[in-house]
């Protein structure tokens, strides 16, 4: 009796593995078709959004004649907001330490969002405002030869921070559109590998942002 049982699971087994084998390999296939479906909207995506940041940073409407309200209130909201993304970042990789995946999602979604205001906030300040220059004491826009030796050495650490944080800001588009992709599709495996790539960048950049405004700050033109 007992042989004919196990005999009976045996035969069981043999006729489940195909189906097992085929369920697996339909999951694998529609986890890399979310991966393939969105790849050209990330490399769009990637391209689109510094260059519309670039020619747009390069238009100011009061220069262009327009007599528009400077908005220079959002610096500070918006070096809040880099700020909060820092502080979200941070929670989010804490909870999925704890365990805790959907506050993991729901932080990360969040700090999506707070990059996501940060920017429009930023392109809508310098399309409105004129940008401080740093050492620029009288707010005349022009940095004279006084003004550079009175802020010294300080400028070059200025414009080092400013810089890598600008070019790292591009580079966290991708790896950031990637990441999440990877999550969407369920391939925490690859999307773990890579986040150990975007949290440490994406942190930066959001530290820096606040760094940045801080620095600024004093030569906001009023």
């Given amino acids: ?23 697996r390999l339909i999951k694998y296939k529609m ?19 510094p260059l519309a940041v670039a020619a747009l940073f390069g238009v100011n409407l009061r220069k262009l004649g327009y007599d528009v309200e400077p908005l220079n209130f959002l610096p500070p909201i918006y070096a809040t907001i880099n700020g909060i993304t820092a502080v979200l970042l941070i929670a989010a990789v804490l909870a999925i330490k704890n365990g805790k995946r959907k506050l993991h999602e729901n932080l990360m979604k969040t700090a999506i969002a707070c990059s996501i205001a940060f920017l429009l906030m930023y392109v809508a300040y310098h399309m409105t405002s004129i940008s401080a220059v740093y ?10 030869e006084s003004e550079k030796l009175a802020v010294g050495s300080s400028r070059a650490i200025y414009l080092i921070i400013l810089l890598t944080h ?18 969407l599709a369920q391939r925490f495996d690859r999307h773990k590998k890579i986040a150990k790539i975007t949290f440490p960048i994406w942190l930066y950049v959001a530290i820096t942002g606040v760094v940045v405004y801080v620095m600024i700050s004093p030569y906001y033109v009023k």
């Fill in 166 to 183: 600008i070019a790292l800001s591009v580079i966290i588009i991708p790896l950031v559109l990637i990441t999440y992709v990877r999550a």
């Fill in 1 to 23: 009796m007992k042989k004919a049982k196990l005999k009976a699971l045996r035969a069981l087994r043999k006729r489940c593995e195909p189906c097992g084998k085929e369920s």
């Fill in 31 to 49: 986890e890399n078709n979310i991966e393939t479906k969105y790849n050209k909207l990330i490399t769009a995506v990637s391209i689109i959004i």
């Fill in 135 to 144: 050492g620029d004491v009288n707010h005349n826009s022009i940095l004279e």
